[in-house]
């Protein structure tokens, strides 16, 4: 079903699709965004920004968000000409992890306290969820969002290894669990039921189904799956990309047949 086509050797926090042929990686060590080409392997820019990068956010055509560590900022850049520019930062109130767009409004994953926010571009908040609102613990570590064009917000939670599902109005619709879910990180969406799931202390990739709450594999040790962290998903290519957590990260590609 699917093929490894190569690997780079990078540090990769998280992983944004740009195009067929282009990738951004968030190099989490050297504070850095990579440009990186992936038909023929090679790097061609790279931006330094103001503190390591976390989680990617693709807003349309070459504008990316980019959450920081330690910094309570967002950062939004720009890539055109095969080039990194950086644009205007965001304050934000909390330590951001995930992060998304719905309906041009940023959807956070947000530590100490753990919830999850809806925010304006400008950066004013205008809903939220914790657990006290949700009335149960619900969110311990929100270090994933995905989103659907039918308008569905999905949080990985690495802290409950559970998939949580809300609407646009963040009210939490289901939460899925599942003994293959034991360290739940970065989730794509692939169409409107169904997510890909890298789980890092099973060292697989799986399948949830949303509509019937199946949890399949899809990939594994045996096909050169270590400890993955984000994935991204090229619809056009068919491709999926997965990156590997610890010091030796590398950037793995996988092709549908």
């Given at each position: ?6 690997k ?31 038909v023929?392997g ?47 930062s ?29 925010m ?28 659907t ?27 899925f ?63 999926l ?17």
């Amino acid at each position: 079903m699917v093929t490894s086509l190569g690997k780079a050797d990078i540090r990769i926090t998280d992983i944004a699709v740009l195009s067929p042929s282009r990738l951004l990686v968030a190099h989490g060590i050297k504070r850095s965004l990579k440009l990186v080409d992936i038909v023929n392997g090679g790097v061609l820019s790279t931006a330094t920004l103001p503190a390591q990068p976390r989680r990617l956010c693709l807003l349309s055509e070459g504008r990316v968000a980019v959450t920081l560590y330690y910094s309570k900022k967002i950062q939004l850049i720009c890539v055109a000409n095969d080039t990194i520019s950086l644009d205007q930062s965001i304050d934000v109130k909390n330590e951001v992890a995930g992060i998304a767009t719905i309906d041009r409004h940023l959807v956070l994953g947000c530590e100490s306290p753990a919830k999850v926010e809806m925010m304006t571009m400008d950066g004013r908040v205008v809903n939220e969820v914790d657990n006290q609102k949700a009335g149960k613990q619900v969110f311990s570590d929100p270090y994933f969002i995905a989103t659907t064009s039918s308008g569905e917000i999905f949080v990985s939670d690495y802290g409950t290894n559970t998939i949580i599902q809300m609407d646009r109005s963040l009210c939490i619709t289901q939460t899925f669990t599942s003994p293959m879910l034991i360290s739940s990180c970065g989730i794509a969406s692939v169409n409107t039921d169904q997510l890909l799931v890298a789980d890092e202390k099973s060292h697989s990739i799986v399948v949830l189904n949303t509509t019937n709450s199946t949890v399949t594999p899809l990939l594994g040790r045996e096909d050169g799956i270590q400890q993955p962290w984000a994935v991204a998903w090229c619809p056009a290519s068919k491709r999926l990309y997965v990156s590997r957590f610890g010091d030796q990260t590398t950037l793995s590609v996988f092709c549908q047949k």
